[in-house]
Nanobody, 127 residues
Framework: QVQLVESGGGLVQAGGSLRLSCAAT????????MGWFRQAAGKEREFVAAISRSGGSTDYADSVKGRFTISRDNAKNTMYLQMNSLKPEDTAVYYC????????????????????WGQGTQVTVSS
């Protein structure tokens, strides 16, 4: 089992940047496929980005491609989301997720693919 804690959210102006972190407990972080999701007020939670166990494969929602970068440091049990050129429509609570059911190079992009979730961190982008 793994516990996830997000950090790095906050208030930023449009065009600015933020870096989210997701710290995981346990000694088997490299066994988990990881992902970022977000949920805006009044909307359903949606996929943002995902990364394979080794970090060699990544995928992004079309809405964030070219602006966001997902990465992980397995030695530090931490996953990151670098968010650049932020837009007001990026405002949401951002959640990290993990699951160890998948093959090493596999990327998971749906909520049902993940068993473990963090509590979320608020990102607010002002216009």
């Amino acid at each position: 089992q793994v516990q996830l804690v997000e950090s790095g959210g906050g208030l930023v102006q449009a065009g600015g940047s933020l870096r989210l972190s997701c710290a995981a407990t346990g000694r088997t972080f490299s066994s988990y496929a990881m992902g970022w999701f977000r949920q805006a007020a009044g909307k359903e939670r949606e996929f943002v980005a995902a990364i394979s166990r080794s970090g060699g494969s990544t995928d992004y929602a079309d809405s964030v491609k070219g602006r966001f970068t997902i990465s992980r440091d397995n030695a530090k049990n931490t996953m990151y989301l670098q968010m650049n050129s932020l837009k007001p429509e990026d405002t949401a609570v951002y959640y990290c997720a993990a699951d160890r059911r998948w093959a090493p190079s596999s990327i998971q992009v749906t909520m049902a693919d993940y068993s473990y979730w963090g509590q979320g961190t608020q990102v607010t982008v002002s216009s």
